[in-house]
Nanobody, 125 residues
């Protein structure tokens, strides 16, 4: 079992930057993947970025490629999402997700069994 604690959301002007953090608490050694999802009002939850912990490999949604970077700090067992060049359409609740199962997808919500409470990101035009 693992609990995910997110931080770093807030409000920013278009073109600005924010960094989100996700710290897993509990049985974390066998976690395979961690990812960031977002959900805007009236829309489905969307996979944004994913990192495979052992390999450090990453996957991004097309909508954020070149602007967002997912990374991990193994010493702190923390995953970050650095968001640059933010746009109003990036406004959403952002969720951290994690899973133990190997060889599952990276950007589909069905591939993750553990979720954080979410942190709001608002980008003003």
């Amino acid at each position: 079992q693992v609990q995910l604690v997110e931080s770093g959301g807030g409000s920013v002007q278009a073109g600005g930057s924010l960094t989100l953090s996700c710290a897993p608490i509990g049985y974390i050694d066998s976690l395979d993947r961690m990812a960031w999802f977002r959900q805007a009002p009236g829309k489905e939850r969307e996979g944004v970025a994913c990192i495979v912990r052992g390999k450090g490999s990453t996957v991004y949604a097309d909508s954020v490629k070149g602007r967002f970077t997912v990374s991990q700090d193994n010493a702190k067992n923390t995953v970050y999402l650095r968001m640059n060049s933010l746009k109003p359409e990036d406004t959403a609740m952002y969720y951290c997700a994690a899973d133990y199962r190997r060889s599952y997808g990276c950007l589909g919500p069905e591939s993750f069994g553990y979720w954080g409470q979410g942190t709001q990101v608002t980008v003003a035009s």
